[in-house]
């Protein structure tokens, strides 16, 4: 699937050569969606991951997240390095660049499609401890989408006791704790009453 000099070009001084390389093995996994899920990309997925990660140029992020992205969709469940890129996409969403931040959110829910989030759970939870408002508020997002598109059986409890306590203390609207309410009325967790615990940012988050 790769290049044959990916990993030279990846590595180049030249931005441009490093965004060529991506956006070329994004239109081939695009051509080519459907990935074999015997292959080993481990490393491929390392080098993507620390691309995302290191990169000074917001072009080339926004790339290797597509890129990523594909990786996932193309594997699902067959994708089993969630873990090692959920805190690096996590920490992505504090960019404001639509380039980085709309391709951070869609490989956010790609990977929530790859399995149970409990692995990450606490790389998630960690989130809302972070100074970074955006990165709480885009976090909060993610877990509606997440839990807006389980099926009442399927909802995890675990994940719900575990996420819904810190959410709520960051809960200023009605709305959104109602939303959670319905979220653990549908997994039968219990939900404490919603509590004022600071100044209001967007989406209902508490700075």
Not at 89 to 94: G, P, S, T
Not at 121 to 148: H, M, W
Request: one cysteine or more; glycine letters at 4%.
């Amino acid at each position: 699937m790769f290049a044959e000099n990916f990993d030279e070009q990846i590595q180049s001084k030249k931005w441009t050569e490093r965004k060529e390389v991506l956006d070329n093995l994004v239109s081939l996994i695009e051509a080519n969606p459907k990935l074999d899920p015997k292959a080993n990309y481990g490393s491929f997925v390392d080098t993507l991951t620390q691309t995302m990660a290191k990169d000074a140029n917001i072009q080339v992020v926004g790339s290797a997240c597509k890129c990523l992205t594909l990786v996932v969709n193309g594997l699902r469940t067959k994708f089993s390095y969630t873990q090692t890129v959920m805190p690096v996409v996590l920490d992505k969403l504090k960019e404001k660049k639509p380039v980085v931040l709309n391709e951070t959110r869609a490989l956010l829910d790609a990977l929530a499609k790859t399995g149970s989030l409990e692995p990450c759970i606490e790389d998630i939870v960690g989130v809302f401890e972070k100074p970074s408002p955006a990165v709480r508020i885009q976090t909060a997002q993610f877990l509606q989408r997440y839990f807006n598109n389980q099926v009442a059986s399927a909802v995890n409890k675990k994940i719900v006791k575990i996420v819904v306590p810190p959410l709520l203390k960051v809960s200023a609207r009605a709305s959104v704790h109602a939303h959670l309410r319905s979220v653990a009325r549908r997994s039968r967790c219990r939900v404490p009453r919603r509590r004022r615990t600071g100044p209001w940012c967007c989406y209902g988050c508490y700075r």
